[in-house]
């Protein structure tokens, strides 16, 4: 039997960014296929050229190189070499039944872990081991319930069929959607996706999430010419002031009387010193919207923004989508299922259908969970409390291990009931 602490621990150590989770879905393909699953992994499981943000050719391979250094399995990595770091699992039950489909994510954060004594990782010795990135948002936790899970039901006890979906880059909105363009959500008759923490203390589930903004992710890439700016600043044309032209007439854009929005301009980078006209500048923008119409306005109206900012200054601009999300519509049915199961396990205190929370943040997994509502399926977003050491994404972030076999306990329940 997997040892959820140590494992969680395990992968807390090796922390990897989004489509660089080679370490990760190498241990995740080798573990699922010595319990008797059927694996796919690579190309087979995400589709290449949907893809959001992938990092730089010479990102990947650095982190794909590292990950052979600390042990991946060499023939099980190849295969994810380049950024295909989608693993899903299948299993068939003993009798026939629906399939019930769970989505894990895996990857880390950009941050620095803390390395204050007070802080558990570090005290305990299980901190990051790559500097600058840490599990700050229990995707750590999440991929170790997922193999708990998976050794639990390997037995096949049960009606139908499970399948596991391990996902990369949750973080920036980028990976499910390449997943269910490549068909790994298709034929799923129940979905369950959840989260660890989120505002939701110990002993309590929320077994429907509410809030969850459409948002579409953008960089922009601004082309000029560079020149003297002293002696012919009239024969350059300035990208850093072409983008900022636009930084601030996208964040001048006004409020919109359908539903709330959000924008931001959360990077601004360019040019390469005082004397020189700026040749290139980048921006990465992001817009929100608790209405999936009202974002694709907004995304339309950046994009007018970037293009007359642009020609204003006699520039050159690109924009590539790099994330984005869609509302998420969960299915009270299949809330009310998690609730009712939950009620089965001591250490779940207070069950309740839905979370009523503001709109914050955005998930992708809403890709996955709109493509089964499409199917004729059912879906929810699940939120499973835990006591947190610090607020998500923060260097401080750690999560009481003590949810972690409760919470698979429950995944286990509704993987195996058909009601």
């Known amino acids: 039997m997997i040892d959820l602490i140590q494992l969680r621990r395990e992968l807390h150590r090796y922390p990897e960014l989004g489509f660089t989770e080679f370490r990760t879905a190498a241990m995740v393909v080798k573990m699922l296929t010595e319990m008797g699953y059927r694996v796919i992994y690579g190309k087979d499981a995400i589709e290449g050229s949907a893809r959001r943000g992938l990092p730089r050719t010479e990102v990947l391979e650095e982190a794909y190189q590292r990950a052979l250094r600390e042990g991946a399995d060499p023939e099980i990595v190849q295969k994810m070499r380049g950024g295909y770091t989608a693993v899903v699992a299948e299993l068939e039950g003993m009798e026939a039944g629906p399939t019930t489909a769970f989505r894990f994510d895996m990857d880390a954060l950009p941050i620095t872990e803390s390395a204050l004594d007070k802080h558990t990782p570090q005290a305990t010795g299980f ?16 991929t170790a319930m ?45 979905l369950f996706c959840l989260h660890l923490g989120v505002g939701v203390p110990s002993g309590h589930i929320r077994g429907a999430a509410a809030g969850f903004l459409a948002t579409t992710k953008l960089e922009a890439r601004f082309t000029g010419i560079s020149a003297h700016a002293g002696a012919s600043p009239e024969e350059g044309r300035n990208a850093l002031l072409g983008a900022s032209t636009a930084l601030l007439n996208i964040h001048a854009l006004p409020r919109f009387s359908s539903a709330d929005t959000r924008i931001n301009v959360g990077v601004l980078e360019g040019g390469t010193g005082a004397n020189i006209i700026a040749e290139h500048a980048r921006m990465i923008i992001e817009t929100r919207s608790a209405d999936e119409a009202t974002n694709r306005e907004l995304e339309r109206r950046v994009r007018m923004i970037i293009e007359h900012s642009a020609r204003m200054h006699e520039l050159q601009a690109e924009v590539e989508v790099i994330g984005g999300a869609i509302p998420i519509r969960c299915d009270l049915e299949l809330a009310a299922l998690a609730v009712r199961e939950a009620g089965h396990i001591p250490e779940f205190t207070c069950a309740e259908v839905v ?65």
Not at 127 to 142: P, T, V
Not at 176 to 186: C, Q, R, S, T, W
Not at 363 to 390: C, F, H, K, N, P
């Open 146 to 190: 997922g193999l708990a899970l998976a050794d639990r039901l390997k037995d096949r006890q049960l009606a139908g069929k499970v399948r596991l979906l391990f996902q990369p880059a949750e973080e920036g909105v980028r990976g499910a959607y390449a997943m269910v363009e490549k068909g790994m959500l298709d034929q799923v008759d129940r």
């Open 355 to 419: 979370q009523d929370s503001a709109a914050l943040g955005s998930e992708d997994a809403s890709y996955m969970i709109r493509r089964v509502q499409e199917q004729g399926g059912l879906a929810t977003y699940m939120i499973i409390g835990t006591q947190l050491s610090a607020p998500h994404h923060h260097p401080g972030f750690d999560i009481d291990e003590a949810v972690l076999e409760p919470a698979v306990n429950l995944l286990e329940r509704l993987a195996r009931t058909m009601q």
């Open 127 to 142: 901190r990051s081991e790559h500097e600058g990135i840490m599990h700050a948002c229990a995707h750590d936790g999440h």
